[in-house]
């Protein structure tokens, strides 16, 4: 029984490894008959191909086997080849999306063209198409190693001009690139108005070399000829409250003669003019002998007289000139000083000396400085009078103290503009919506004045704004605390009487200016300036004395 059981046990092991046996010899059967299958369905010949080689499927398969079997280079001529293919695929795309699009790249175009064409050519040169696609031979590996050189040069030069030309379609990269120059321009833009602004006013600010050389000349006749320019004693006309008194505050000598000029060409009656000339130390001795050279016409009277001479303007009285002096303005000031150069135009005022000037703030002290007189007429030295303004004093004020011409319209200069309403005492006193009117022609009553206190109440409000919290010192000029002070005394004029913006804006229409009686060249534009306004120029040119020789000869270029 025992022999018996081994016996199966053997026989079962025997027929087990003769069935593995035919297995194994089935499978490979059958692999070798499907690589004849391959070989012998497809057709072997390789003597009409061209530069378009199959590249999938049977085809693929037969010829990377005859390849590793007849040459192991062959296979590398395909890569390069199917990479070439690619390029040329490639490029034809981008050319064809251009020409769709109608965009205006024709040298692209061209170049495209050309790089599909070099591609083309390449595989046409007869070396390598004898010796690498027509020759069932072995490959020459110099000529192999030339044709990769030159193809790979090729997709390198494709490859460059693609991404040169991508931007052209790709929309999110174009409108990147079209934020980035917008961005670039604004800023471009910005940085220029800034510097703009700071030429503009450090051209405005600056004595220009004209006047420099009048004020020169001036003194120099005035050292030449001493006896000839001695002062004149007072003229009762000066005091007289029946004619038309002006007040005009300035350091310019050619503004001050257009001025009064302009007024005297213009009046019904020149003789019943008195004007009332207020300088600085430095400039009374070169105002006062261009007027002796050329005096006043029609019988016109005029004094001079430097702000020195009004002795009651001193730091005790006047507020500005006591925190002009103090420590904690004077810090102030300094610090403005660091600040960059970039800053504001406006800001920039503040920083300027004339804006600390005691002839900016005599229009406050009007009613002190001539206390015999009823009214005045307050003029800026960049204004040219075109009509007679004897009408002014004929003008009903209502009891108000000033009369002056609006600015405001729509949102524009009101109160807000100028006043810092968060300030609980202007918040409580004045109306942000309330109008605004401009300096540069003021009829003052000035017995309405000293009757409302209108210096007395300037003074409050300066002494209150030392820490210039209410308003900043030089944005507007003295316009905010003018303002402040005649808040409710102010008697709007009609707009003809007074037109502005000539000396920053240039499209106010020419009937407004021919019809105003005032203009007034407002802005950093001076009509004596090179930077002024062409189309202004003439208005106030036709009123400088040109015969004067010392205008002559300080070439003002009129």
């Keep these: 029984m025992a022999v018996s059981s081994r016996g199966t046990r053997g026989g079962s092991n025997l027929r087990g490894f003769f069935s593995y046996r035919i297995f194994i010899s089935a499978m490979f059967s059958l692999l070798f008959i499907a690589t004849l299958s391959v070989l012998f369905t497809t057709n072997p010949s390789t003597e009409n191909d061209n530069s378009d080689l199959p590249t999938t499927?049977?085809?693929?398969?037969?010829?990377?086997?005859?390849?590793?079997?007849?040459?192991?280079?062959?296979?590398?001529v395909d890569l390069i080849h199917q990479q070439a293919k690619d390029h040329i695929s490639l490029v034809n795309a981008y050319a064809?999306?251009?020409?769709?699009?109608?965009?205006?790249?024709?040298?692209?175009?061209?170049?495209?063209?050309?790089?599909?064409?070099?591609?083309?050519?390449?595989?046409?040169?007869?070396?390598?198409?004898?010796s690498l696609f027509e020759s069932d031979g072995p490959i020459d590996e110099d000529v192999l190693r030339q044709f990769e050189k030159e193809v790979k040069d090729r997709v390198k030069i494709a490859r460059m001009?693609?991404?040169?030309?991508?931007?052209?379609?790709?929309?999110?990269?174009?409108?990147q690139k079209l934020k980035d120059t917008i961005f670039a321009v604004n800023e471009s833009l910005a940085k220029a108005k800034k510097n703009?602004?700071?030429?503009?006013?450090?051209s405005a600010k600056s004595v220009p070399k004209s006047l420099h050389c009048l004020a020169m000349r001036l003194m120099g006749e005035k050292i030449s000829n001493p006896d000839k320019y001695r002062d004149e004693n007072p003229r009762p006309e000066f005091e007289d409250p029946s004619l038309y008194h002006y007040a005009i505050f300035s350091d310019n000598v050619i503004a001050v003669s257009v001025v009064v000029r302009s007024v005297v060409k213009n009046a019904a009656e020149p003789w019943k003019h008195v004007f009332h000339v207020v300088t600085n130390r430095m400039n009374v001795a070169a105002m006062k002998v261009w007027f002796k050279m050329r005096p006043v016409e029609g019988g016109a009277f005029l004094e001079i007289k430097s702000v020195e001479e009004f002795t009651f303007l001193n730091s005790s009285y006047v507020p500005v000139l006591r925190q002009v002096e103090s420590a904690k303005i004077h810090q102030h000031y300094i610090e403005n000083q660091a600040d960059k150069v970039a800053n504001d135009a406006r800001d920039s005022k503040l920083r300027n000396a004339k804006y600390l000037s005691m002839l900016d703030y005599l229009q406050f002290y009007l009613p002190e400085m001539y206390p015999k007189l009823r009214t005045i007429l307050l003029l800026d030295d960049d204004v040219v009078v075109q009509k007679d303004l004897t009408g002014l004093w004929k003008i009903d004020l209502e009891g108000k103290v000033n009369g002056a011409v609006e600015i405001c319209f729509g949102s524009f200069h009101r109160y807000s503009h100028y006043v810092n309403f968060s300030h609980p005492l202007i918040k409580e006193t004045f109306n942000p919506k309330a109008c605004a009117w401009t300096y540069g022609m003021n009829i003052f009553d000035l017995d309405a004045w000293r009757r409302e206190k209108c210096t007395e109440h300037y003074h409050y409000w300066q002494n209150k704004n030392e820490d210039q919290s209410i308003w900043k010192s030089g944005t507007s000029g003295t316009l905010p605390p003018g303002l402040i002070t005649f808040y409710s005394t102010t008697k709007s004029l009609d707009k003809s009487w007074h037109v502005l913006?000539?000396?920053?804006?240039?499209?106010?229409?020419?009937d407004e200016i021919n019809n105003a009686a005032v203009i007034h060249y407002n802005g950093n534009m001076k009509p004596w300036l090179d930077i002024a306004l062409n189309q202004y120029k003439n208005l106030w040119t036709k009123y400088v004395d040109s015969d004067m020789e010392f205008v002559q000869m300080c070439n003002f270029g009129l």
């Design 196 to 202: 703009g602004a700071l030429a503009s006013l450090i």
């Design 57 to 76: 499927g049977n085809a693929y398969v037969h010829r990377t086997f005859l390849a590793l079997k007849s040459d192991p280079l062959r296979t590398r």
């Design 96 to 130: 064809a999306y251009a020409r769709k699009l109608k965009l205006d790249i024709s040298r692209q175009l061209k170049m495209f063209d050309e790089l599909a064409g070099n591609f083309s050519d390449i595989s046409l040169k007869p070396t390598y198409r004898a």
């Design 161 to 175: 001009m693609i991404v040169e030309a991508k931007e052209n379609y790709d929309t999110q990269l174009k409108i």
């Design 501 to 510: 913006g000539l000396g920053y804006n240039p499209s106010i229409s020419m």
